[in-house]
Structures are given as structure tokens and as C-alpha cells.
């Protein structure tokens, strides 16, 4: 069976997603550190120690061919695609093997001009727009599987 798995770890639609999924009688696990501890009716959650990439491990050993993944990480969102995943951020952009190379080598481009000393803009502010926006995606996704 199809579950949602959520890297919570300061994701702004896990109500949103939580939502969404129950709507489809869909399984949700949240998965997040102990900087961020969370829960939700209706939503199993783990919670890990803290550590670079402990979420990422935990989720990506736990997703399986056709689940679905919410999570702002373009390295997460890569590990998932190659288990046959899905994959789509918090502003309802869907991660494809079409674009997860170029996402991935702007984070690299990013990492390395910051390195340098250079700055870069951060993120716009989130709007109610963009939670919209996400709902629609995953709604989609959703119906699809």
C-alpha cells in the first residue's frame, strides 16, 4: 500500500499533507529529529537523533516503490526517485529524474559560492499561494496513484 512519508524537520505543510492524505485514506509517517519533535492525529511518527542526514537515512531506508514523499531536500528527494519513489517539495513542485540533475547541481553551484564567501538570496516568503499550490500538486498525485 501507497504511504506519505513526511521529513518534517521544518516543513511548513505537514498539516497540509496530513490533510490531504487522509482524504485518500492514505498512511502518514512523519520523520523528524529531536530538535523538532511533532506529532499528528492520524500520523505514525518517528523521531531520530539529531545528526547530519539522520532524517534523510531514516526516510529513504523506509520508502518503497510508489510512496510518496514531501521534503525540501534535493539529495532526499534523488535517493527516493532511485527507489522509484515520488517525490514533491513544499511549494508543489514534483521531483522528476527530468529535473533532479539540474536541481541538484544548483545546490552544488549554491554550496560553492557560499564557500567562497559569496551570498546568496535566501527564500521568498511563504504565501497562502504556495500552500495552495501544494495541496493542488499533491491532490494530484494523490488521484494518480
Given at each position: 500500500?501507497?504511504?506519505?512519508?513526511?521529513?518534517?524537520?521544518?516543513?511548513?505543510?505537514?498539516?497540509?499533507?496530513?490533510?490531504?492524505?487522509?482524504?485518500?485514506?492514505?498512511?502518514?509517517?512523519?520523520?523528524?529529529?529531536?530538535?523538532?519533535?511533532?506529532?499528528?492525529?492520524?500520523a505514525?511518527?518517528?523521531?531520530v537523533?539529531?545528526?547530519?542526514?539522520?532524517?534523510d537515512?531514516?526516510?529513504?531506508?523506509?520508502?518503497?516503490?510508489?510512496?510518496?514523499?514531501?521534503?525540501?531536500?534535493?539529495?532526499?528527494a534523488?535517493?527516493?526517485?532511485?527507489?522509484?519513489?515520488?517525490?514533491?517539495?513544499?511549494?508543489?513542485?514534483?521531483?522528476?529524474?527530468?529535473?533532479?540533475?539540474?536541481?541538484?547541481?544548483?545546490?552544488h553551484?549554491?554550496?560553492?559560492?557560499?564557500?567562497?564567501?559569496?551570498?546568496?538570496?535566501?527564500?521568498?516568503?511563504?504565501?497562502?499561494?504556495?500552500?495552495?499550490?501544494?495541496?493542488?500538486?499533491?491532490?494530484?498525485?494523490l488521484?494518480?496513484?
Amino acid at each position: 500500500m501507497t504511504k506519505l512519508l513526511i521529513d518534517a524537520d521544518g516543513c511548513p505543510v505537514v498539516d497540509i499533507a496530513c490533510e490531504t492524505a487522509k482524504k485518500f485514506d492514505l498512511p502518514v509517517i512523519l520523520i523528524c529529529d529531536t530538535a523538532h519533535e511533532m506529532s499528528r492525529p492520524g500520523a505514525e511518527t518517528i523521531i531520530v537523533s539529531k545528526g547530519m542526514d539522520a532524517v534523510d537515512f531514516v526516510l529513504v531506508n523506509r520508502v518503497q516503490k510508489g510512496d510518496i514523499v514531501v521534503t525540501q531536500d534535493y539529495g532526499l528527494a534523488a535517493m527516493v526517485l532511485a527507489k522509484q519513489g515520488l517525490a514533491i517539495d513544499q511549494n508543489g513542485r514534483q521531483y522528476t529524474p527530468g529535473n533532479i540533475d539540474q536541481l541538484l547541481l544548483s545546490r552544488h553551484t549554491a554550496k560553492k559560492i557560499r564557500q567562497a564567501g559569496g551570498r546568496l538570496k535566501g527564500p521568498k516568503k511563504r504565501r497562502k499561494e504556495d500552500d495552495a499550490k501544494f495541496e493542488q500538486s499533491l491532490t494530484f498525485m494523490l488521484s494518480d496513484n
